[in-house]
């Protein structure tokens, strides 16, 4: 069976891999760079600044305390030029790893038709087709926005900006304030509703109160214009570069003629991937569900094993989402309520040096304390994007908090979440 797949992202390069190996002729066209957003533009991007923006917090403190005397200078171009490199290999790592699992891979423009694939002249006929063309920034319509730039922009900046006006309330817009602050810009965020409404109330607190201490958030407050150096607002004009971070649209454009789609142009799919076309499939941000790279992975494989006969559904519950600072911000929300608990984060690595701040993180959990059932919990430290990974299996797989009496860390360790489960089976 022949299986084209459009889009070399995180949902299609996995779709391809798992449909390879479970022995189809597997397709997958990619118009530029397989890795997708996260690798080439996006979460992979962020790795690279926000590992400088911690090294500069860090060297900042051990001057304050005297423990260092050190003097630096960022050059700018040369943390683009080796995130570029960096990026570049991974690229090539899984290129290979991609092909070594019987994937053919085409690069080009797509033009989807029924049973056909078009490559600058050459056709790919498909038995079944994954469509994981995933999405692009929303430009608002505001008068003079051709002046500022996006996430995929950053890395053209000569310099650290002096000034940096971000428009935008949620994940895309804390990391690169609190990247940009780190690095000596003055930042000011404009949230044109609520900032982080995704995240828990005391979660928020701590993020804008010691991660992003240096950063001026305006909520409600919108940009009417868009100066080459700054933004022009009902509260006056205010002076700097212009980063837009106010959301994404799926990027469906080739197929709308072939399936249904929403009002935001996402691909209506059902727990199956299956569009409303019999032999198509659809995975990652163009299904503008969770827009997380582990999503599109786990939607990748679902679409391709449904595709290749093997039936499967995917599952949405508890979906660790991250936000990446200085520490790690990591949540599991099920808008579920419950007793509340939380408890300042643990010293260990990465947070020892904070501990006479009183900077160490926390961590809150939301639980049913008759039942023992788990139904939100958030963190802020080092290992929190590591712990609620498998805190979100241990959810999945209907764990208690009593099943956390005999659990055992690898100490030193600045996870908290076990504790606050140990609390709760005592003495909730």
């Known amino acids: 069976m022949n299986v084209v797949i459009v889009g070399g992202g995180s949902a299609g390069r996995t779709a391809a891999i798992e449909a390879a190996t479970i022995g189809e002729n597997v397709t997958l066209i990619e118009m530029d760079k397989i890795g997708g957003k996260c690798l080439n533009t996006g979460c992979m991007v962020v790795c690279g600044l926000n590992d400088v923006a911690r090294f500069i917090k ?23 030029e080796g995130i570029i490199n960096t990026t570049g290999k991974i690229r090539g790592v899984i290129t290979s790893e991609t092909k070594k699992a019987g994937v053919n891979i085409v690069y080009g ?15 790919y006929p498909y038995d079944k087709l994954i469509i994981a063309t995933g999405s692009y920034a929303f430009i608002p319509p505001i008068k003079g926005v051709e002046y500022a730039r996006i996430y995929k922009d ?75 150096d700054g933004v022009l607002t009902k509260s006056g004009r205010m002076d700097g570069d212009v980063l837009l971070a106010v959301g994404m649209i799926p990027n469906s454009e080739l197929v709308k003629e072939l399936v249904e789609t929403g009002k935001k142009g996402e691909i209506i799919v059902n727990k199956r991937m299956e569009t409303s076309h019999p032999n198509i499939y659809a995975a990652g941000d163009v299904v503008g569900g969770i827009g997380t790279t582990p999503v599109a992975r786990m939607e990748g494989v679902i679409a391709a094993r449904n595709a290749c006969g093997i039936a499967a559904q995917v599952d949405y519950r508890f979906i660790p989402s991250s936000i990446s600072l200085y520490y790690d911000v990591s949540y599991i929300n099920s808008n579920e309520n419950g007793v ?6 643990s010293a260990g690595p990465g947070a020892f040096w904070n501990v006479l701040d009183r900077e160490t993180g926390i961590t809150k959990a939301v639980v049913d304390v008759e039942k023992g059932d788990i139904k939100g919990v958030s963190s802020i430290s080092p290992s929190a994007r590591t712990v609620l990974a498998y805190t979100s299996k241990f959810m999945r797989d209907g764990k ?4 956390f009496d005999d659990f055992v860390e690898a100490h030193p360790s600045t996870d908290a979440v076990y504790k606050l489960m140990r609390f709760f089976s005592k003495f909730g």
């Not at 038709?113 to 078009?118: F, P």
Request: hydrophobic share 35%.
């Open 109 to 123: 423009n797509a033009d989807i038709n029924e049973g056909l694939v078009s490559v600058d002249g050459k056709e």
């Open 340 to 345: 509340e608990g939380h408890i300042p984060g």
């Open 58 to 80: 860090n060297a900042q403190k051990f001057n304050q305390m005297g423990i260092t005397n050190s003097n630096f200078k960022i050059d700018f171009e040369k943390v683009a």
């Open 154 to 228: 950053v890395l053209d900046y000569k310099d650290v900006p002096g000034k940096l006006i971000i428009i935008g309330s949620g994940t895309i817009a804390t990391e690169f304030a609190g990247i940009f602050s780190a690095m000596g810009s003055e930042v000011h965020i404009l949230s044109r509703g609520s900032f982080l409404k995704q995240v828990d109330q005391d979660i928020k607190d701590y993020i804008v109160k010691k991660l992003l201490k240096g950063v001026e958030i305006h909520e409600n407050l919108t940009a009417t214009e868009i100066y080459p």
């Open 400 to 403: 208690k908090t009593y099943d």
